[in-house]
């Protein structure tokens, strides 16, 4: 039902009156959608509509509300998916917060290090571009701006994991991250 409503068709019509370069146009400009391939067929006579869905792998948040993204960085909104249920069993971590089109490749560069980081992200969160900041086991860790430095503030929190034997957690207010080669613990 849902790939129906993404282009008008007034049927009954004859399938050599439908445009199907027009129904692969409007459909390919979904989100959820990477291919989509429409043919015609004569016995019996229809339309042969193939799509390829986005394999949504993160929850985020944008401006426009929640969704998912996959792995290419392509927010997919969660209205697109029927009463808002899970698309499929996605990972728990990590959660996008204030995901927006400037962070597409850091996701693209970063999402393989990301689940295989040495401390478990929980939550990124980029609703303040300055400061991006990272919920982990360790406690909150801010990453600045410059998100280029992020293989390296993960190898430097994958050298902290020994950190709460040390400083009880609930004494850490944060880890400053933006200087990765000098963190700072508050």
Request: glycine share 6%.
């Amino acid at each position: 039902q849902q790939l129906y409503q993404l282009f008008p068709l007034k049927l009954p019509q004859s399938i050599w009156q439908i445009s199907t370069r027009q129904i692969s146009q409007v459909m390919g400009q979904s989100p959820a959608l990477t291919q989509v391939a429409v043919s015609r067929q004569l016995f019996p006579a229809q339309l042969v509509i193939a799509v390829v869905e986005r394999q949504p792998i993160a929850v985020a948040t944008t401006a426009q509300g929640p969704g998912y993204l996959d792995l290419s960085g392509t927010f997919i909104p969660s209205q697109l998916y029927q009463g808002g249920k899970t698309p499929q069993s996605l990972p728990k971590t990590p959660t996008f917060l204030g995901y927006g089109p400037q962070y597409q490749s850091f996701w693209q560069k970063n999402y393989a290090d990301l689940r295989s980081a040495p401390v478990t992200v929980h939550t990124i969160n980029g609703t303040i571009p300055s400061n991006v900041t990272l919920s982990t086991d360790l406690g909150l860790v801010y990453l600045g701006a410059n998100l280029s430095q992020f293989p390296q503030q993960l190898e430097t929190l994958g050298k902290m994991k020994r950190l709460p034997g040390r400083v009880p957690l609930h004494r850490l207010n944060y880890i400053d991250l933006t200087k990765p080669t000098q963190p700072l613990l508050q």
